[in-house]
């Protein structure tokens, strides 16, 4: 298992994969440490959330660097990325015990609530995107809740899933409560069908959502799937259009793309279609490549050669059925797996990158007669992720996005996860929630107790 440079191709380290037998004894010592961990008082793992707040923001620079030598992106967003984990276990270590807290209900007995048991060890297979953040929006809610925590990491940053095994175990939680598996998606189903592991949650595409959904319920285990998107960006005649195209291209481009919410189909009425297409063409050719390390870097590289040639695939096969690019459509020749910020038009249904999420710097502007056909188009989708929608008209902006289907829908903003907020998808988007009081129930047992 390689971890390998995104921006020069270089090798930073090789990591040799777990057996069989390792696997099995990790999950039995993670399995024996929730034993005693669930009868911990919230007050003491809040105790080590908070810690692993604090170690997050004290080992910034060392992650952030970590980050972007692994999977490519910008070292301002690697920051960024390191600073709302640490918001997360802060999050959670003040709130995850209110959450959680004994609901009582009328019924005929003397007593009767609805108490919220953890469930064990939850198995996590997380992507490479985000390899802090995706990690720590399960964790820390699953950790607060009573549970224990495997981590199956994407292939290509194995150093941040250690890293992040570090921080749990340098906060003070109990040897073994969260370990990391070193191994490559041949092994997932013996973790799963292991009788200790409770559940599984998984970010990622939708095949690999497909492949997991499928072994829980072959094995009957809880499941949480996170999966693609091809998130619109609707802009009616009314909107701020400076501010629309600006955050539309910021959507776009967070990643170098390589995000499930990033805007990606500008849906955009009519008559203001030419001006908003001409603001978001300046705003995409001043992405320039360069070193993604540097704090000056635009344009980031993608974090694999194959993506480089998906998302060049989904383009020429959508120009050869008649897309125009108004801007960009290649790679980037030279050192790094860089693609060019590309702008499509003249898209219709049926062509790849209409059907598909593009998981790179590609935009798709799609104009349209009406707000009714906007809202037609963003629904004609297999996807139902994220939604952005502008208009000055905020009555009719919460209107219409009660006719989006998307498991988020921001008006005038930008569609981003937040801690405080249910995070999650519908359609081939997946299914369940992550944060905010929803997600950390999706993992405990909310179970009846009636008193007479």
């Known amino acids: 298992m390689k971890s390998i ?4 191709g270089e090798l930073i380290k090789e990591y040799s994969e777990m057996s069989e037998g390792q696997v099995k004894e990790v999950v039995d010592l993670n399995f024996e440490a929730w034993k005693g961990y669930r009868e911990t008082s919230f007050a003491q793992r809040s105790q080590w959330m908070q810690k692993a707040a604090e ?12 980050i972007t030598a692994e999977m490519g992106k910008r070292i301002a967003e690697s920051y960024s990325e390191v600073e709302k984990c640490a918001w997360v276990c802060e999050y959670y270590a003040e709130n995850a015990e209110q959450m959680l807290v004994d609901e009582l209900m009328e019924s005929d007995a003397t007593k009767s609530m609805a108490v919220f048991n953890p469930l064990g060890p939850v198995l996590a297979v997380m992507p490479w995107n985000f390899p802090f ?26 150093g941040c899933a250690l890293a992040i095994e570090e921080v749990f175990r340098d906060a003070g939680f109990p040897e073994n409560i969260f370990r990391t598996l070193v191994i490559s998606s041949s092994k997932v189903e013996a973790v799963i069908a292991h009788p200790a592991v409770k559940a599984v949650t998984l970010t990622g595409s939708e095949y690999a959502g497909s492949q997991v959904a499928s072994l829980a319920g072959k094995y009957l285990k809880k499941s949480v799937l996170e999966l693609g998107g091809s998130d619109p960006f609707i802009v009616l005649a009314d909107a701020d259009l400076e501010k629309a195209a600006k955050v539309a291209v910021g959507s776009r481009m967070i990643t170098s793309g390589q995000t499930c919410i990033a805007a990606k189909r500008f849906i955009v009425e009519q008559h203001v279609a030419a001006p ?14 360069g070193d993604p390390g540097k704090e000056e870097t635009s344009l980031a590289p993608l974090a694999r050669p194959d993506l480089v040639d998906d998302i060049d695939n989904q383009v020429k096969k959508s120009v050869e059925q008649g897309a125009q690019i108004i801007s960009g459509g290649s790679r980037v020749e030279g050192i790094g797996n860089y693609y060019s910020p590309t702008i499509l038009t003249n898209v219709s249904r049926g062509m790849p990158v209409y059907m598909e999420e593009t998981f790179g710097p590609v935009a798709v502007v799609l104009p349209v007669e009406d707000e009714k056909e906007a809202i037609e188009v963003a629904n004609d989708s297999l996807y139902g992720l994220g939604a952005s929608l502008w208009t000055s008209d905020l009555k009719k902006g919460e209107e219409l996005a009660r006719k989006i289907e998307a ?9 981003k996860s937040d801690p405080r907020l249910p995070f999650g998808g519908i359609k081939n988007s997946g299914y369940g929630r992550e944060l905010s009081g929803y997600g950390i129930k999706e993992f405990v047992n909310i179970k009846t107790v009636w008193i007479k």
């Open 5 to 8: 440079n995104p921006a020069t």
């Open 55 to 66: 170690l997050l923001r004290s080992r910034r620079e060392e992650y952030a660097r970590l």
């Open 133 to 158: 953040w995706q990690v720590f929006r399960f964790a820390a809610p699953a950790l607060m809740a009573g549970n224990a925590g495997l981590l199956k990491h994407a292939s290509n940053v194995q």
């Open 276 to 289: 908003f297409l001409e603001k978001v063409k300046a705003l995409m050719e001043a992405y320039e490549p």
């Open 407 to 415: 498991g988020a829908v921001f008006v005038n903003g930008l569609v």
